[in-house]
């Protein structure tokens, strides 16, 4: 199976979805998956404000460096991508930090098998910003993406909130769901916990 999941690293549900994603992929799932970066700071821009990618770095919110680091690490050290990626999710959500610190994400490199100076580099030097603001763009204007973690099949696109952490299962059971295009909307109203 062929998909795109898009992911905010300051989201939890992302962390959720993108957990499962990458331990699949370890466990041998035939999934051929492309990871899209998605800006919750560009989704909440108010009309006539520029876009985040347009503004002075230090200005573009919380989490657009997160995402040119992830994208930089996607594209040049992909063998580290999956390690990287689990592990911000993790300093983000598991360890509360601060995920536009540039320290912060040099320590995550180190611990995904990265030289933190080659990746700040790489982030630096190449159209990291770019990346992001295209396939951001990319995904609002031709599958109408709005948030994350949407699910991205052909021409379909499908919002998924998944509320266990890495369940390979439930991600297993909700990919199954994204031919089928007679159910538009699937919402619980309350979850009993």
């Known amino acids: 199976m062929q998909f795109q999941a898009t992911f905010d690293y300051r989201c939890p549900f992302a962390r959720n979805a993108h957990e499962a994603i990458l331990s699949g992929l370890a466990e041998g799932k035939p999934w051929d ?13 108010e009309d006539g404000e520029p876009d985040v990618w347009d503004r002075p770095e230090g200005e573009r919110g ?3 460096l997160a995402l040119q680091w992830g994208v930089t690490v996607r594209d040049h050290f992909p063998d580290a991508f999956s390690d990287f990626h689990r592990a911000l999710f993790a300093a983000r959500h598991d360890e509360g930090r601060r995920i ?29 910003l770019e990346v992001v603001a ?8 031709r599958w109408g993406v709005w948030g994350v973690p949407t699910f991205i099949e052909g ?4 919002f998924m909130r998944f509320m266990e952490r ?3 299962a439930d991600l ?7 031919e089928f295009e007679n159910l538009n ?9």
């Open 134 to 141: 295209r396939e951001h763009t990319e995904g609002v204007e």
């Open 155 to 158: 021409d379909r696109a499908v």
């Open 33 to 45: 998956v492309t990871f899209r970066p998605f800006s919750l700071d560009q989704a909440h821009v």
């Open 166 to 168: 890495g369940n390979v």
């Open 100 to 128: 536009d610190d540039e320290a912060v994400l040099r320590d995550v490199a180190s611990a995904a098998g990265l030289d933190p100076h080659e990746a700040a580099n790489a982030v630096r030097t190449t159209d990291a």
């Open 185 to 193: 909307e699937f919402k619980h109203t309350r979850l009993p916990r």
């Open 172 to 178: 297993d059971r909700a990919l199954a769901l994204l």
């Open 62 to 64: 919380s989490g657009v």
